[in-house]
């Protein structure tokens, strides 16, 4: 003898579940709709209704007649608490004070590609001077130091930075002018 899928059910059997989610699933879905009027609030109720079922599962009553009655009675206690619960959720979300206004950080983002991009091209122009010439210039260009305390922090003479920092100069100039760009171009200060 077959043992019915309610008594299935009843058991606790995973199989039996799955049989009842298949036939009755689209069942419950389509009184959720119809109850809420919002598709993605009745993919919920299937997903809570199916969970209450199982839990419920023992307290079905034994017998032979469809479990789809059972399902959608669970179902319109799950909507009605969806619903419910969903009511006071806003009901408190009103009484928040309005949030801070979120800023637009597009201009922000632009501006740091723009930052990026040019730190990258003055990186790749860095690289082709030599390591005396690159850390003059980056220290009075970048940093905006004078030569004298460049002199001081490098351990080298005044004269040797500002002969430096003028083949730097003019290592930059070349570079930016084979590439087409106006002399004058570096990264901003926000770079340190």
Known sequence: METS?????????P?????????????????AV???????MADDIVSLTFLEAWWLRERLLPGDGGLRPWLLGIATNVTRNTTRAARRHQAALAKLPPPDPVPDFADEVTRRLADTEELA???????????????VFTLCVWEGLDAATVAEALGVATGTVRARLSRARKVLAARQAAEGRPPGGRPSRSHR
């Open 34 to 40: 119809r109850l809420t009027g919002d598709w993605g």
């Open 121 to 135: 091209a003055a990186q790749k122009a860095l690289r082709t001077m030599r390591r005396g010439e690159r850390e």
């Open 15 to 31: 199989d039996a579940f799955g049989q009842l989610f298949g036939e009755c699933a689209s069942v419950v879905y389509r009184h």
């Open 5 to 13: 899928l309610r008594t299935r059910v009843r058991a606790g059997d």
